[in-house]
C-alpha cells in the first residue's frame, strides 16, 4: 500500500469533518471501532453513522476510499490525528481574521483602556475547548467589572473592526502582569 501523510490525512478529515458539521467524538468514535475490528466491519459503523445523521455521505464516501489505501493500524492513527485537529480547523478561520486584524482591535482597546482609566493594555489569542476562540484582554489595572468590560469590549470591536463583525469569539478580561 502506497505511504500517506497521516497528518496531511488527518487534517483533510478534521477540515472536512468541520466543514460537514460532524462532530468531533465521531472521529474518536471511528477510531476506536477500527481499533478492534477489520475494514468490513468499520465500512459497516461509518455507514451507520451516516443513517443515524451524525456523519455526511461525503465524509463518508472519503473515510471508505482512505479505507482502501491504508491499513486499519493507519486507518485508526489517522483518525486520532483528525480527532486532535478538529478543535484548530474549527477555529483557525477566526483566529487567523483576529490574528490579521491584532493591530485594529489593539488599537480598539488601548483607546478604551485609556478612557476608562485602565492603564497599559495588550491583547492575546487562545483556543479554549472544542475549537472555541478568545481574545484575551490584558490591563494594568484590573476593572471593576470584568463581565460588563468584556462585552462592551467586543461589541466596540465587532463596531469598529468591520472585517471582524461576523467572527464568533469571546472577550476575556485579565490583569496585565508584569515581567
Keep these: 500500500m502506497p505511504t500517506l501523510d497521516e497528518y496531511v490525512e488527518g487534517g483533510k478529515i478534521a477540515e472536512l469533518a468541520v466543514k460537514e458539521g460532524a462532530g468531533r467524538n465521531q472521529l474518536r468514535n471511528i477510531a476506536l471501532w477500527a481499533s478492534s475490528k477489520n475494514v468490513t466491519a468499520v465500512r459497516y459503523f461509518i455507514d451507520k453513522q451516516v443513517s443515524r445523521g451524525y456523519l455526511s455521505l461525503e465524509l463518508a464516501e472519503y473515510l471508505k476510499e482512505l479505507l482502501q489505501k491504508v491499513d486499519i493500524p493507519g486507518f485508526r492513527r489517522i483518525m486520532l490525528i483528525a480527532y486532535d485537529y478538529f478543535p484548530w ?91
Aim: hydrophobic share 35%; aromatic share 10%; proline share 2%.
Design 89 to 179: 480547523k474549527k477555529g483557525e478561520h477566526i483566529a487567523r481574521m483576529l490574528y490579521a486584524n491584532r493591530d485594529n482591535i489593539l488599537k480598539v482597546v488601548r483607546n478604551y483602556s485609556s478612557r476608562q482609566r485602565l492603564g497599559k493594555a495588550d491583547v492575546r489569542i487562545f483556543f479554549r475547548k472544542e475549537g472555541t476562540v478568545t481574545l484575551h484582554v490584558y490591563f494594568e489595572r484590573d476593572p471593576y467589572n470584568r463581565k460588563r468590560v468584556a462585552q462592551e469590549l467586543e461589541r466596540l470591536i465587532k463596531s469598529q473592526v468591520p472585517s471582524v463583525k461576523a467572527l464568533s469569539f469571546q472577550v476575556w478580561i485579565e490583569k496585565l502582569e508584569r515581567r
